[in-house]
């Protein structure tokens, strides 16, 4: 993966990612009750964040900027995983339901 890729997301494509210097750190974002929690997460450079939809409707994990490619429509027990490789913050939303939103911030 170039260095230039601020992240990756899914699990395929962040074989390349194994480098980064957080290797092996993974957080977890649990989608509950139409909400992210945490709604804001501090993690440090190559730490994958997982997200698991824990409600019955589905819900789609999406990055404000475009950061990084949003989920599949995410069905209850469904997980999404993105790796941050890049400094900086990261706001993302449901795009099924919009007032959902979160922040990782990537230091």
């Given at each position: 993966m170039p260095a230039a890729i601020a992240l990756c997301s899914v699990a395929a494509?962040?074989?390349?990612?194994d480098a980064a210097p957080a290797k092996g750190v993974t957080h977890e974002v649990a989608i509950q009750?139409?909400?992210?929690?945490p709604k804001s997460l501090v993690v440090?450079?190559?730490t994958r964040v997982v997200w698991t939809n824990h409600d019955e409707e589905p819900h789609v994990v999406t990055s404000a900027g475009g950061a990084f490619v949003a989920s599949k429509a995410?069905?209850?027990g469904?997980?999404?995983t993105v790796m941050f490789l890049k400094p900086g913050t990261y706001t993302y939303y449901c795009s099924i339901r919009p007032m959902m939103v979160g922040t990782v911030i990537v230091q």
């Open positions: 494509s962040c074989a390349a990612a009750n139409f909400a992210f929690a440090p450079v190559g995410l069905d209850s469904d997980t999404y």
